[in-house]
């Protein structure tokens, strides 16, 4: 079966269950789907978190029952349903942005560790201040803008949806800008992220932010339309209900949660009496199901661009009205070791505008690692990593700071070209403009896309895409960026012969646009016709810089360097 087909049928399935529920649905019918609109938002809400940014957290019902408690504690004791609101938003924020913050220290088991002792910590909590809380009776004696009578189940079903619809559209536009477009490359590579330039906290803090808003926006109203808040309510089920429409219905998506949570709240709601072991193990098989044939869920977030929003975002200035910029980069008695390997040993080379430098040598040699060091991903253990800029000045780099070198026109390119798989070719290039803070324009966008020849891929997956035009996509990005200095990792390996002289083409441009451009290079062939000077090394050591043919016919570096010619 066509899968456009079959999502546009449960999409009709889900209108028709709403229209039914809106317009005639009996009173149970009705406010089951009530409880099914809310989970659908608090899983779209924490979506921003979980789908977009790939941060777990294994707590986030401890998130909505701090919420839910701070509006009924607040309003109980002040009588104040506006208080209570922003005592709510204020918990829910405050913890989504710890969770955030956590997220730069800590990843893997050890956040999820975290977050997991968190959440035991709340539902303890719950019944040990029983003063504070109500214990297992809850709170029910406060006030609260709506106010349903049991029989008054459409009205709840209304709001519910209203709720569903508006956090729906939130998120929606909110991913659709600039903020979405670093989002994904966040959650699809945290490491491209923060080499195109991308403040990775910040734009997690941000998305929390607005992520806590609306978590805490549909928890409020819930409760009122509830009318108590009881430790049950919050406990994991209510974990495992979020997470389990997250995964079979799509982490970004809005339609896919809104018709998982149908089959896993409604469903068991509906028919009644299901006993609580089977439908757990009804529930796990359709999550094994779907992660192992769909891993992205039954919706995943069709490919879109993401360009109606262009940066305008200001950065610091120089004197002369213009950001200062990296133009030179230079190691000095640099030395890099992981454990016994020691990957560079004492390395002193300058890097200057308007120069081509190949580095060559061996596999294991300290290519890469140099490159690593020079644009700030390791430090040295011994020798500096100096930098000149625009304005003249002198600074060393500053460790871990790599999206701010990126952002002064650091730039670097991979061995396997890194790519956001959720952002279309025109979104992966435009990344410079958004990670880099650079203003741009889509007249240049669309200048550079056509200078690299990749006008005719715009609307295919960058998954598929042949590797030269993965190539081109991620140099495209470093020249939209306006970087200049460039590290460029092997950026020949695997092209044919037309595309390493379109790649000659583009290294030409940029050395007569004055930038220092490094080049690691196992194409010696390319490196004769290029470079105007070349570096070989050993063993993490320079062994000679010069000419390629003149150190070839130098017989200690010989047989280290080889002939280096294309197969």
Known sequence: MNERFLRRAIQAVVVALY??????????????????????????????????????????????????????????ATGSVWWAVLVSAGCSVALLVAVAGLSARLTGFQLG???????????????????LTGGSSGITDFPRWVDFSARETGPALALGVAVLVGTGLVVRLFMSGRTGRLGVAIGDDVFLARVVGTDVVGVRIGVSVVSGLLTAVATVLWVQE????????YGLPLLIQIFLVLMVGGRRSIWGPVAASVVVVGVPGWIGGLDGNVLTIVFALLVILVVVRR???????????????????????????????????????????????????????AFEPGQITAIIGSNGSGKTTLLNCLNGIWSPEAGRIGLRWSDGAERDIRWGRVHRLARHGLGRSFQVPRLAAG????DNVGLACDGWGRRANPERLEAVLERWALTGWLDRPVAVLPHGVRRWVELARLELGGCRVLLLDEPAAGLTD????????????????????????HDHDLVERIADRTVVMVGGRIVGVGDLAELRARGDLHDVIGSGTRS
């Open 19 to 76: 229209l039914y529920g809106l317009f005639g649905g009996s009173y149970a019918f009705q406010a089951t789907l009530t409880t099914v609109s809310f989970t659908a938002a608090l899983a779209v809400a924490y979506s921003l978190v979980l789908g977009y940014l790939d941060v777990f957290n294994f707590s986030q019902h401890a998130v909505i029952g701090i919420s839910a408690y701070g509006f009924a504690i607040t309003a109980a």
């Open 498 to 521: 037309e595309e390493v002289e379109f790649l000659v083409e583009a290294l030409r441009r940029w050395r007569a646009d004055g930038c220092a451009v490094v080049l690691v290079e």
């Open 113 to 131: 560790l975290v977050t997991i002792s968190a959440g035991a910590v709340f539902l303890t909590a719950l019944t040990t201040f029983t003063d």
């Open 423 to 426: 952002l279309s070719v025109r």
């Open 226 to 233: 509830q009318k108590v808040v009881v430790p049950t309510t």
């Open 295 to 349: 891993p992205t869920g039954l919706f995943p977030e069709a490919l879109r661009d993401r360009r109606r929003r262009w940066p305008v975002r200001r950065s610091p200035v120089s004197a002369a009205g213009e950001r200062p910029e990296i133009v030179a980069v230079a190691a000095d008695g640099v030395r890099k070791s992981f454990g016994s390997v020691v990957a560079l040993d004492g390395v002193s080379i």
